[in-house]
């Protein structure tokens, strides 16, 4: 890896990857953060000699795992102090359109294994094998979460009477 191939990746992968990482936190900041400590973690990595095959693909997965674990402190720290004042809400910038409004609500209303694998597949592009991968489960445990967000986003934004045959279909997006 050198310094073109991290120009590169700021500039295709590194907007995209730290608003969808963004979505499914709701915390555009701490989005930025994770995806930029992957990246130095890359840099680092390369720098002492490993080779990484994929850059999108690694910090990606190594943003994921960040983020998760930063969130999973959050909520002991949050429990520890006794201070659990309800879901956490996405602000977004004015202007935004009600639509968005209550996709973003809908996503947040997700377990979390499902936000992210819907972000991972519909947002970020990936293919279910990288969602699997970048989540740390199987194929099959990725199709389902897939298949059970689909189902829930459907009926949160009004359109329960698609999501009930869409199994083949969230399986095979964008050729993946």
């Not at 191939?5 to 709701?26: H, K, N, Q």
């Not at 949050?78 to 309800?86: D, N, V």
Request: proline share 3%; net charge negative.
């Amino acid at each position: 890896m050198d310094e073109r191939d991290i120009r590169e990746f700021l500039a295709g992968d590194y907007p995209r990857l730290v608003a969808g990482l963004a979505l499914a936190c709701g915390n555009r900041a701490l989005a930025e953060d994770v995806v930029q400590e992957a990246l130095a973690r890359a840099w680092e990595r390369s720098e002492r000699g490993e080779w990484i095959d994929s850059l999108p693909a690694w910090v990606t997965v190594v943003a994921t795992n960040l983020l998760r674990s930063g969130l999973r402190r959050l909520r002991v720290e949050r429990r520890a102090r006794g201070q659990l004042a309800g879901e956490p809400t996405v602000a977004g910038p004015d202007g935004r359109s009600e639509a968005s409004v209550d996709l973003l609500r809908a996503l947040g209303a997700l377990p979390r294994r499902q936000r992210e694998a819907a972000v991972l597949f519909y947002y970020l592009d990936l293919s279910v094998a990288q969602v699997a991968r970048a989540l740390g489960v199987s194929e099959g445990t990725a199709k389902s979460a897939l298949f059970r967000a689909r189902r829930a986003l459907a009926e949160a934004l009004g359109e329960a009477a698609e999501a009930d045959g869409d199994v083949k279909e969230t399986t095979d997006h964008a050729g993946h």
